[in-house]
């Protein structure tokens, strides 16, 4: 079965640098979560969409900002990075608001900032 | 906002025993309660959930319990194998109407199965 895919799976920038993730929900999900996830941390909630609107936001820095596109993927943009900004960064999907609940995840992307 | 506590944080048992990992989680309005399996290196994989209008779940060796009086929910798993070991999350999310359900995770627990 299609999974989330997430690119790149590693990424190291340098502080201050730009960073951009991407994930590609499930076919047919429209819903998309991204979580951040420190070195032996539960997974944090940062921002979700539905239906290509932001439907929820959680505790994401002003320095990140994030969309989903037409064709349902999603982009994690972030600018002047920090060192505290390395971490495992996944996304979900999810069928969406039809009484489905499951999030499903991508395998993640690490990011390394040095 | 919710808070979601898991425990215990590490679980060490023999090929066989059963594993039992507890959560309580504060918000009332939480609707819907998934257990992922974290292995290294690796996005959490969904194994299985409940809804709080269900008092239990069971699938093959994994089964979850929810007391919604309580506010507290667990996850079982007999006749543990050693690919069971992995790190174990709890979580916890009000879905549905106008909620789009972000998870809240509990802290997680390694759960390490000896041969």
């Known amino acids: 079965a299609a999974g989330v895919i997430q690119s790149p799976r590693h990424l190291i920038k340098e502080k201050r640098e730009t960073a951009t993730l991407k994930c590609y929900p499930i076919p047919r999900h429209d819903t998309v979560y991204w979580y951040q996830q420190g070195p032996g941390q539960d997974p944090q909630f940062l921002i979700s969409f539905y239906e290509k609107m932001q439907s929820d936001k959680g505790s994401i820095p002003d320095r990140f900002s994030a969309q989903q596109f037409s064709d349902y993927h999603s982009e994690l943009n972030m600018s002047s990075l920090e060192l505290g900004d390395s971490a495992l960064y996944f996304c979900a999907s999810s069928p969406g608001l039809a009484g489905t609940y499951e999030q499903y995840f991508g395998p993640g992307t690490r990011l390394t900032v040095t | 906002g919710e808070n979601v506590e898991q425990h215990p944080s590490t679980l060490s048992v023999q090929e066989g025993d059963s594993a039992v990992i507890k959560c309580t989680y504060s918000d009332s309005a939480s609707n819907y309660f998934p257990w992922y399996k974290q292995e290294l290196g690796k996005g959490p994989q969904l194994i299985i959930d409940?809804?709080?209008?269900?008092g239990e779940k069971k699938d093959q060796r994994i089964a979850v319990t929810l007391n919604k009086t309580a506010k507290h929910f667990s996850l079982h798993i007999t006749e543990t194998q050693p690919e069971d070991s992995a790190v174990y999350f709890c979580a916890a999310s009000r879905a549905g109407g106008t909620s789009y359900g972000k998870l809240t995770f509990g802290q997680g627990t390694i759960l390490t199965v000896h041969p």
């Open positions: 409940i809804r709080s209008n269900v």
